[in-house]
């Protein structure tokens, strides 16, 4: 078995230090969404991955039928789920054996993703690495914590986990996150990539923590196959032994789940432990009634496959319309997501969409590394897919 990764006790951190946290992003779009709105035909918002679809009858009826629970549930999930997960990994992600006890849901991954830094005690000092192009809560969940985040694409170059921060002095990176298909990108990490991260953290004692939320969404290779995502539990990265590695899971756009909070995490046995003793505290709990949903949800692919060729066949309205737009569509093998430049800076680019009543998301909300891209959603209906498509026209005057 590999080290597991040791964590600062229990109450480390930033203690009573003020936190200086960014400006929640989308309130900057309230400008640009305004004019969209004032278009004759209505906003088209594809500025978020918001699912709209209805969620499915079995997974409702599962709802209704778990929804007698007046009891407390238990934090570390029902027997049934988790046996559920260990399942879904196995038939899905190519995971076999996973134990368990190593997985935990959570009410909605963002929350994981905010938390995780401080529920292994990280602090001042410590260093969270995150994607260069990244969801932003991976920088404000090190911030939460008093950590320093550091966005960096190849933390497996560095020669030592002590890095130079940026108020000056050093730091050591405690925590790495990965993203999975990315959001926004929808880049796919290969097993090599992720194989050569996790080798690296085990020898230096960190936690390796990915993102895979839209790991069901691969697309079309180049031999026509939809591309195969690989899990960071995969054991040709692990070598088939997941101490200290966790994969982060969400149900929310598989199964239109979003309202439900429906997520989990699962992988190195230990680490969950001690996640779950931290929580049972804090009373972090999914919902008993949702678990059930979340068993029926991972043991049913028929509802996911339905829904992803609802995707399938909005991303093959928007994309052609984009680009005969003049835009250019770079990564986005994977996701909800067709990350876009018109080569100008991003924000041009969102007033000029919203002048024809398109909202997307600027590229600078997930890093500089962003400033000429944007992130356009495939979260709406067909029909307002169509309109997007529509106005989007010859590219539009700038």
Known sequence: ???????????????????????????????????????????????????????????????????????????WGTPAL???????????????????????????????????????????????????????????????????PLPLDDVAALVSPEVALPGGGTGRVRLVWLNTPSNPTGA?????????????????????????????????????????????????????????????????KQSNLAGYRAALVAGCPALVRSLVAVRKHAGVIVPRPVQEVMRVALGDDGHVAAQKERYRARRDVLRPALEAAGGRVDASDAGLYLWTTFDEPAATTVDRLAERGVLVAPGTFYGAAGSRHVRVALTATDERVAAAAERLGPRPPR
């Not at 699912?51 to 629970?69: G, N, Y």
């Not at 938390?115 to 292994?120: A, E, F, R």
């Open 188 to 252: 796919v990490d290969d097993v090599a990539h992720l194989a050569r991260v996790v080798a690296w953290a085990r020898t230096h004692g960190v936690v390796v923590a990915s993102d895979e939320c839209y790991a069901e969404l691969g697309w079309a290779g180049g031999d026509g196959e939809d591309l195969a995502v690989p899990s960071v539990l995969d054991p040709r990265v692990t070598g088939g032994d997941p101490a200290g590695v966790l994969s982060v899971y969400s149900l929310s």
């Open 82 to 148: 988790r046996e559920a997960v260990s399942a879904w990994y196995a038939r899905r992600r190519g995971v076999p054996g996973l134990d368990p006890d190593g997985v935990m849901p959570t009410p909605g991954s963002k929350e994981l993703v905010a938390w995780l830094p401080t529920l292994l005690g990280l602090g001042p000092g410590d260093v969270v690495v995150h994607p260069e192009v990244a969801y932003p809560t991976y920088d404000v969940g090190a911030r939460l914590a008093g950590a320093t």
């Open 1 to 75: 078995m590999s080290a597991v990764p040791q964590v600062a006790p229990s109450g480390a951190g930033g203690g009573a230090q003020r936190l200086a946290l960014p400006d929640f992003p989308w309130d900057a779009l309230a400008g640009a969404g305004a004019r969209a709105r004032a278009h004759p035909g209505g906003i088209v918002d594809l500025s978020v991955g918001t699912p709209v679809d209805p969620t499915p009858d079995l997974l409702r009826e599962a709802l209704a039928a778990a929804s007698d629970s007046p009891g407390y549930p238990q934090v």
